[in-house]
């Protein structure tokens, strides 16, 4: 077992040397190889991380961190990196295979694609997700929150929210994200979303995106959810916090669940009426301004949260308040 073991280990470090020769440095020689394997993953002139693979590899152990260093203005960009690192290598581990490429790949290319100071999230990238916005220039969305769902430690929570523009999905995921400590320091953040936007020339075209943030294949998974259920004008979000015990392809179901499970909630309660309230400055957006006023007697007196806010809304348009209508 250990001879096989190491045999696997040096044949995939010497695929990573040939693909990466200026990314990847070798502690071993090759006439004194043996566990643990060491090498460096070169990101910039001062920024790397020391990887080892030990006795048991790619069965009982893969690919680890032991030590990385950066300067601070790179520190995002290193905890992305680090984060695709370690999920690729926890997803090969319960797989068996060897991750020692797929892990070093994964966070050459996190480093490649994160702006400091924010993870740029691979499904929308090129939606290029902004910092500076202003307050009167960003409308904020509705985020609802399900209940966690937990397992051998690890912690799933599913976010959703109303969006019926790329950009909507741009600045919502920016506002659940910036600033959320919790959200941040989770292992995971997989989203999908699906909706129908106009485009200039008055088409509706429908589209659609995922991501995994590290997670090999959960993006997938919500976005086929999306589909089946036929879900429009929504994004999902659902984070992991991994607990240290390896969930196999259970925390895909658990994914799955969780982001089911609020859509089923937020039909029956927050979007029952079809209205959900983004505020931009002093004027609420509402996609479906058109029913608003008709459900509006049907709300008064109601705990449902949704149609509580149809009623608040009709109020605030009496009193003056710019409502903007969408589709």
């Not at 902004?130 to 929570?157: C, H, M, V, Y």
């Not at 920016?174 to 941040?184: A, E, F, I, P, R």
């Not at 999902?236 to 089923?264: Q, Y």
């Not at 209205?275 to 459900?295: E, H, K």
């Amino acid at each position: 077992m250990s001879h096989d073991s190491l045999e696997r280990a040096l044949a995939d470090f010497e695929m990573l040397i040939a693909a990466y020769p200026d990314e990847i440095r070798s502690f071993t020689q090759d006439n004194t190889a043996a566990f643990p394997l060491r090498i460096a993953l070169q990101l910039s002139p001062t920024a790397h991380c020391d990887l080892q693979i030990s006795e048991g590899y790619p069965v009982e152990s893969n690919l680890q961190v032991t030590s990385y260093r950066s300067n601070p203005e790179e520190k995002g960009r290193m905890e992305a990196v680090l984060s695709a690192i370690r999920g690729t290598s926890e997803e090969c581990l319960e797989n068996q295979v060897e991750g020692a490429f797929a892990c070093c790949a994964a966070g050459l290319e996190a480093w490649k694609h994160t702006k400091e100071g924010h993870r740029v999230l691979e499904g929308v990238s090129s939606l290029n997700i902004a910092r500076n916005q202003t307050a009167e220039a960003r409308t904020l969305f509705r985020w609802i929150i399900g209940e966690p769902l937990i397992d051998r430690k690890s912690t799933f929570l599913a976010h959703a929210c109303r969006v019926t523009s790329e950009a909507d999905v741009r600045q919502a995921l920016h506002q659940l994200l910036d600033g959320n400590s919790k959200l941040q320091r989770s292992s995971h953040n997989m989203f999908a979303y699906r909706l129908t936007e106009t485009i200039s020339d008055g088409t509706r075209v429908s589209k659609h995106d995922n991501d995994d943030d590290g997670e090999y294949g959960a993006g997938s998974k919500l976005a086929h959810l999306l589909q089946v259920r036929d879900e429009k004008d929504v994004v999902v979000l659902v984070a992991r916090w991994f607990g240290g015990v390896h969930l196999g392809p259970k925390r895909f179901a658990h994914i799955s669940n969780a982001a089911r499970d609020l859509l089923e909630t937020c039909h029956k309660t927050e979007w029952k009426y079809g209205v959900y309230l983004a505020l931009l400055g002093n004027a609420f957006v509402v996609p479906c301004l058109d029913s608003v006023m008709d459900q509006r007697d049907a709300c008064i007196n109601t705990t449902d949260s949704s149609a509580m806010a149809v009623h608040e809304l009709s109020l605030a348009m009496e009193g003056g308040c710019e409502v903007l209508g969408g589709r």
